[in-house]
Structure formats: structure tokens, C-alpha cells
């Protein structure tokens, strides 16, 4: 009885599953991960859809969870519902501000500059630390941006 007990507890535990972004406790980052995400106004496929976003990897403010849907707020400031399936909780960012944004070798202002990205160039959204963030795009681009420049760095 005792040996069963112990199988049954050590099957529990082997097949938890892992923190999801119902879990995880707003406010957090997140990201669009589907070709197409509608926001609409409400929590549910009911409710009138407020925009479409064809962005991968664009940054979401994530300020709720509720049934499977997040309230997000977007980097123009809408705020919305989309259907959590349809995002991720992989870090993203966009180039915000006026003019170009150094891409650059290393973090430092006076490293090489690989790349310049226009506002509103969106990719992954890795480490930062001292004020730069490394900062890759979809077509392979790698470097490190000053975090001043990315909306979806920091915290939510």
C-alpha cells in the first residue's frame, strides 16, 4: 500500500505541469506569437474586436488573466482582450523613439554599430543589464539596443 502511495505521489509530480501564463501573476510581459490576433473588448469570441495585429513577436503588457484570455495594453496604449493561446510569454520588444536605433556589436555606446532600426522594428527581447538589452530580429539580426529605445524592456 505503501509502495503504490509512493507511485501515485511521485506520477503526480512527474507530470505537473509547468507555470502558465494563467499561473503567472500579472502584471508580465508577453508577446504575439500567432500569425493573427484579434483584441477585442471583452473576454470572449462574443464580445466586437477592437484591432488586428499581424506582428509577431510584438510586446504586450499583460494586466490580467481571466478563462484563457489576457487584458493587454499595446505599445500605443490600447488595452484589450486577446486569447491567451495566441500569445506567448516569450519577451519581445519594439523600437520606439525619434530617428534610427543603434544596433550594436556589444553593450556599449562606443561598440561597433552592426545595424540601425527604424521605429517600430519588433523582435526577441533577451537579457538586458546596464542599460542595454540584446535584441535579435526574425531575419537573423543579433546585437544589443539601449534599453531607452525598446518598449517591452523593464518591468511590466
Not at 477585442?40 to 474586436?49: C, N, Q, S
Not at 500569445?87 to 555606446?109: F, K, W, Y
Not at 526574425?138 to 531607452?148: E, K, L, M, N, R
Request: include cysteine; charged fraction near 25%.
Amino acid at each position: 500500500m505503501r509502495r503504490t502511495r509512493l507511485l501515485i505521489a511521485a506520477l503526480a509530480f512527474a507530470t505537473a505541469a509547468p507555470l502558465s501564463a494563467q499561473d503567472a501573476k500579472p502584471p508580465f510581459w508577453g508577446s504575439v506569437k500567432a500569425g493573427e490576433v484579434n483584441m477585442r473588448v471583452g473576454p470572449g469570441e462574443a464580445y466586437r474586436i477592437l484591432w488586428v495585429y499581424r506582428r509577431q513577436s510584438l510586446p504586450m503588457k499583460v494586466l490580467r488573466t481571466k478563462e484563457g484570455w489576457w487584458l493587454v495594453e499595446d505599445p500605443d496604449g490600447a488595452k484589450g482582450w486577446v486569447l491567451g493561446s495566441l500569445m506567448s510569454q516569450r519577451r519581445g520588444a519594439i523600437v520606439t523613439g525619434n530617428g534610427l536605433a543603434d544596433m550594436r556589436e556589444a553593450p556599449d555606446a562606443a561598440s561597433k554599430v552592426k545595424w540601425r532600426l527604424e521605429p517600430g522594428v519588433t523582435g526577441r527581447l533577451g537579457e538586458c543589464a546596464d542599460g542595454w538589452c540584446d535584441f535579435s530580429l526574425a531575419t537573423g539580426h543579433q546585437g544589443f539596443v539601449s534599453q531607452d529605445r525598446l518598449w517591452g524592456a523593464g518591468n511590466p
